[in-house]
């Protein structure tokens, strides 16, 4: 995994940019802390920071390539799980390889195929490759937005980046952030609306998008949605189906040339691959997988079940470790590590983000890098099988708005009220909700119920998803680890997306058509678990943290947050008994603690950036 950067300017002699790009590129160092890689001609500049993963010898970038007519110049970021096949096609179709990494074969791909090569690939990616005899630029992203893609169109000018920091390093892209900005912040944070880059004229590549950048202009297109098909499998055949598309799914994303573990948290989803991996290892004579789980000094004395968090995960870690022989990394962080940490995390995503659950995994992630280079991870199972709560609560199926963010209203009256009166927060939820519904792929004849259940999971997959995608990229890559994540393979993403909620939830549970595919891979108490989310701490001791860094910011009276927020009813909501709330404002996991901490973090975010509002 790597990070990519570069611009195309038709005006200027990009020759002489060099600082320029250099300096882009170095803010990318994190995601590539292996090495460092620039290309520049007259109208195109290309940086490129790589972690090695496949072939360290010979992938560096950018990579290049030349006929006798042309040159084809790529900087690539992520994994083609089908690289063995596509190179075996390639070679029969004459082409030849100097290398084994799948850039040489993305990059050969495009000279055989042009753009229609993105129909080919499976995996997670975001490149651009700059064909010097069509004088222009193609960029594309993965069907599922796993890896990160920004953009800034300008007259004659346009400006690319893994991570928004990137561009902002570019002296023609500035902090400015408008009515549209702050609203995402602070109605939608921490998700973002699909191709919204909060920064004014920043914009991300939409998931399943492609753009060729040329004398002429910008030209996007989608080249994979969701699409509503007719399932026609019974019970038994879909389980069969999901079993086998997910075993060989995360089969090909085990291929490393560097260690690799899994993330495992007892639950379902990081069970199943983490079974999987070890079945896979134990085949091919490879050593023990090595597994990772996170947690928090003194939660067991501090939590509590409820709704939202039904269990904890350390005795299910443990049931799973033995039960497999995993050769286990259990890691602690304590409450003044997470506080710390929410500004490396801000950091790391260029905005405020999901408070201490963001805090945590990157400081995790941190720990994982000490041994292992690539991870497997559990991410987007939820939002592709129904598993969360939303999915099976009367009031959030009948709220009217995005089921993770019921708290609108709330947070709309924390704004100051000349902000609330520019950024129309609850006007500004309701329509990007009714953008949502109005997209999602109808299927002729399903009743009220069937359609309601299809826009749940649409909603899923393309608004809450590329929030913890985002997460796991930014918090990983910060510290060179690169995570896989095969319930995002898009195969199996199609599959499910179509398979009807009364199939879904066989067995009348949540994921239960998971469930029925996975008998017999493992025990039958951690298949038939209640889910529980990510952990998150619990200690009091963190409340109390934030509240008072909070509460020392509204005292200060110098910061950039206050004419933005109505600092008396924040002050009151952090001196209030109601302070620990457990009921979410966003997500699962982000209570009353997270949001003293996202308010936080958004204060670093305008100060570090310096951010201009207009």
């Known amino acids: 995994m790597c990070g990519i950067t570069g611009w195309i300017d038709w005006t200027d ?46 992938g560096a970038q950018p990579m ?63 490149f651009a490759i700059w064909d010097s005899r069509e004088e222009h630029l193609f960029l594309a992203r993965d069907r599922l937005g796993v890896k990160p893609l920004f953009i800034a169109k300008q007259d004659g000018r346009f400006v690319f980046g893994s991570e928004l920091k990137a561009l902002l390093a570019h002296p023609s892209v500035k902090p400015v952030v408008g009515a549209e900005g702050l609203a995402e912040i602070f109605i939608m944070g921490p998700a973002r609306t699909p191709g919204q880059g909060v920064y004014r004229d920043i914009s991300e590549l939409l998931p399943g998008q492609c753009a060729t950048v040329t004398r002429s202009g910008v030209s996007i297109v989608t080249y994979w949605k969701l699409e509503s098909r007719p399932h026609t499998q019974n019970v038994q055949e879909t389980a069969r189906t999901v079993g086998d598309l997910l075993k060989d799914t995360v089969e090909r994303q085990l291929v490393s040339d560097v260690p690799l573990c899994t993330l495992l948290s007892g639950g379902l989803d990081s069970s199943a691959l983490t079974t999987y991996a070890v079945r896979y290892y134990e085949q091919n004579g490879q050593d023990k997988v090595h597994t990772f789980s996170v947690d928090y000094v003194d939660n067991d004395k501090h939590f509590k079940a409820h709704a939202f968090q039904p269990n904890s995960d350390a005795p299910w870690i443990e049931r799973m470790t033995k039960h497999l022989d995993t050769v286990h990394h259990p890691v602690q962080f304590d409450t003044p590590e997470l506080v710390d940490a929410l500004r490396d995390a801000m950091l790391a995503r260029d ?23 690539v991870a497997i991870s559990g991410e987007a199972a939820d939002e592709i099988f129904g598993g969360y709560p939303w999915f099976h609560r009367e ?11 019921l708290a609108a209203e709330m947070r709309a009256g924390l704004l100051s009220q000349d902000v609330a009166a520019w950024i129309k927060p609850l ?3 309701g329509d990007r909700y009714s953008d949502a519904i109005a997209q999602v792929p109808r299927l002729d004849g399903e009743d009220a119920a069937a359609r309601r259940m299809r826009e749940m999971s649409y909603l899923n997959i393309t608004r809450f998803m590329p929030t913890l995608l985002d997460r796991k990229d930014r918090m990983s890559m910060a510290v060179g680890l690169e995570v896989r994540v095969p319930f995002c393979d898009h195969r199996l993403v199609d599959y499910v997306f179509n398979i009807p909620w009364e199939i879904k939830t066989a067995g009348d549970r949540e994921k239960g058509i998971l469930r029925l595919a996975l008998e017999g891979v493992l025990p039958p108490d951690v298949l038939y678990r209640k889910k529980s989310p990510y952990p998150k701490t619990h200690n009091p001791n963190y409340l109390e943290a934030v509240r008072s ?49 996202y308010l936080l973090q958004t204060d670093m975010w305008l100060r570090e950036y310096k951010i201009v509002i207009r």
């Not at 802390?33 to 290309?39: E, I, L, N, R």
């Not at 009031?395 to 963010?405: I, R």
Request: aromatic share 8%.
């Open 13 to 58: 002699d990009l020759t002489k940019q060099y600082a320029t790009l250099e300096q882009m590129t170095e803010t990318l160092e994190n995601r590539g802390p292996d090495a460092s890689g620039t290309w520049l001609s007259r109208s195109c500049a290309l940086g490129h920071r790589r972690l090695s993963v496949i072939d360290p010898v010979n």
């Open 64 to 126: 290049i390539r030349t006929t006798e007519d042309d040159t084809y110049v790529i900087v690539y970021n992520g994994e083609l799980y089908n690289a063995p096949e596509l190179k075996r096609e390639l070679e029969g179709r004459g082409r030849r390889f100097t290398t084994t990494c799948d850039t040489e074969v993305l990059l050969v791909a495009y000279m055989e195929w042009g753009q229609a090569c993105i129909e080919k690939f499976n995996g997670i990616f975001a």
């Open 351 to 373: 905005l405020p983000g999901m408070a201490d659950v963001d805090a945590s995994l990157l400081l995790f992630c941190r720990e994982i890098k000490k041994g292992a280079t």
């Open 395 to 405: 009031e959030a199926l009948n709220a009217g708005t995005f089921p993770w963010a």
């Open 427 to 429: 006007e500004y939820i």
């Open 549 to 597: 860094r909070l509460l020392d910011v509204l005292n200060e009276g110098q910061s950039p947050l206050l004419p933005l927020i109505n600092v008396k009813k924040i002050r009151e909501l952090a001196e209030s008994d109601n302070a620990s709330s457990n009921i979410p404002w966003f997500g699962q996991l982000m209570s009353g603690p997270q949001l003293f901490a």
